[in-house]
């Protein structure tokens, strides 16, 4: 069982950054892959970024490419997703997400509880 709390969300200019950090639970965090999605409003959610269980391999969807980056602390169980150059098409709850395997894009496993990122034009 892993437990995920996300934080760090909140209200930004376009062209500005944020860091959201996920924080887990659980002694298996290490050996799970990690990612982050994103819903907006009256949209499906979707895939953001994603990374194995040790950092080595990490996957981005095309429209964060560049400007966002994933990394995780396996000694703090933390997760990191930098977002920079925000756009307001970036605004949507971000949901951090684990599960046993190897890394994908397919959301399943555990979820946080999602944090708000709003971009203003």
């Known amino acids: 069982q892993v437990q995920l709390v996300e934080s760090g969300g909140g209200l930004v200019q376009a062209g500005g950054s944020l860091r959201l950090s996920c924080a887990a639970s659980?002694?298996?965090?290490?050996?799970?892959?990690m990612g982050w999605f994103r819903q907006a409003p009256g949209k499906e959610r979707e895939f953001v970024a994603a990374?194995?269980?040790?950092?080595?391999?990490?996957l981005y969807a095309d429209s964060v490419k560049g400007r966002y980056a994933i990394s995780r602390d396996n000694a703090k169980n933390t997760v990191y997703l930098e977002m920079n150059s925000l756009k307001p098409e970036d605004t949507a709850v971000y949901y951090c997400?684990?599960?046993?395997?190897?890394?994908?894009?397919?959301?399943?496993?555990?979820w946080g509880q999602g944090t708000q990122v709003t971009v203003s034009s």
């Open positions: 997400n684990g599960h046993p395997g190897g890394i994908t894009t397919t959301p399943f496993g555990y």
């Open positions: 990374i194995s269980w040790n950092g080595g391999s990490t």
């Open positions: 659980g002694r298996t965090f290490s050996g799970y892959a």
